[in-house]
C-alpha cells in the first residue's frame, strides 16, 4: 500500500475530519457465482478508491499552493507554518496532508518536475534538423532561465539539501535521473539529425549542460541581465562540440 492509500485512510472532508462518502447502491446481477460478500468487498474497494484519489488530489492542490513561498524562500527558511500565512489553507490542513516539510517539499518538487522533465518534447519532435534543434533548445533554455527562475533555484536547493537530508535523497536521484534522460534525449536526438555519433556519455552531457544553466542562474538571480543570452550561446557551442566519428 502506497503512502498516500495508508494516509487516505483518514477521514476527507472539507474541514478534512470526516468522510461523507456513501456506500454505492448495492450491486444486482443475475451471475449466481456474485456472492453477497463479494459485493460488499467491492463496494468498500470502489470507496477506498475514491478516498484514495481525493486525498492525492488535495495534495497536488496544496503543494501548487506552497510552490511559490517555497522559491522565494528556499528550504531552509521555509516551514509548514510559513507556507499557511502565505497561502489561504492553515497550518492544520497542511499538516493532515503532509506528515513534515520534506515531505510537502519533496512532493512540490517532484510535481514541478513531472512537467519540467517534458519541456523539451515538442521542440525534439519537431526537428527537421541539427541546425534547427540546436537553435531551439538553446532558445528554450534561456528562456526558462527567464521565466522560471525562482522554480530552478528550488530545485538546486533541494538538491543540495539532499547531500545532508537522506530523508528525500532518493526523490532527489529518481528526479536527477528524468532530468538526465531529458537532456539526453535532446543530445541524441540532434546527434542523429547531424549524422554523428554523439562523443558524450548521457551523464557527461547532461553535467555539462545543468552546469552551464546553474552557473548562468546564479548570474541571473544576481541581476545579470545578459546570463540567459550568455547561457543560449554556451549551449549552442556545447552542441557543436558533441561530435564523435561519423555515423554511418
Not at 4 to 27: F, W
Not at 202 to 231: S, V
Amino acid at each position: 500500500m502506497t503512502d498516500v492509500a495508508r494516509m487516505a485512510g483518514k477521514a476527507i472532508v472539507g474541514d478534512e475530519s470526516h468522510v461523507t462518502d456513501q456506500p454505492d447502491e448495492p450491486i444486482v446481477t443475475n451471475e449466481p457465482q456474485v456472492t453477497e460478500s463479494r459485493v460488499t468487498e467491492t463496494n468498500r474497494e470502489r470507496v477506498s478508491r475514491r478516498q484514495v484519489d481525493k486525498f492525492a488530489e488535495r495534495r497536488a492542490q496544496l503543494a501548487d499552493a506552497a510552490l511559490q513561498t517555497l522559491a522565494e524562500l528556499g528550504y531552509a527558511r521555509t516551514s509548514l507554518r510559513e507556507i499557511a500565512q502565505n497561502t489561504t489553507f492553515s497550518h492544520g490542513v497542511l499538516h493532515y496532508y503532509f506528515s513534515d516539510k520534506q515531505d510537502l517539499i519533496t512532493h512540490c518538487v517532484r510535481q514541478y518536475e513531472a512537467a519540467c522533465v517534458t519541456r523539451y518534447d515538442e521542440i525534439v519532435a519537431a526537428a527537421t534538423s541539427a541546425d534547427q534543434l540546436k537553435r531551439e533548445f538553446s532558445a528554450a533554455m534561456a528562456q526558462t532561465l527567464r521565466t522560471d527562475a525562482p522554480m530552478h533555484r528550488l530545485w538546486y536547493d533541494l538538491r543540495n539539501q539532499s547531500l545532508f537530508e537522506e530523508s528525500f535523497r532518493s526523490d532527489v536521484l529518481e528526479i536527477d535521473q528524468r532530468r538526465e534522460a531529458m537532456i539526453w534525449s535532446v543530445v541524441s536526438r540532434y546527434a542523429e539529425l547531424a549524422r554523428i555519433s554523439a562523443a558524450l556519455s548521457p551523464a557527461a552531457a547532461y553535467a555539462i549542460l545543468d552546469g552551464l544553466f546553474q552557473q548562468a542562474l546564479l548570474h541571473h538571480l544576481a541581476g545579470d541581465d545578459e546570463a540567459a543570452e550568455r547561457l543560449r550561446g554556451n549551449v549552442v557551442r556545447v552542441l557543436d562540440t558533441v561530435d564523435g566519428p561519423a555515423a554511418p
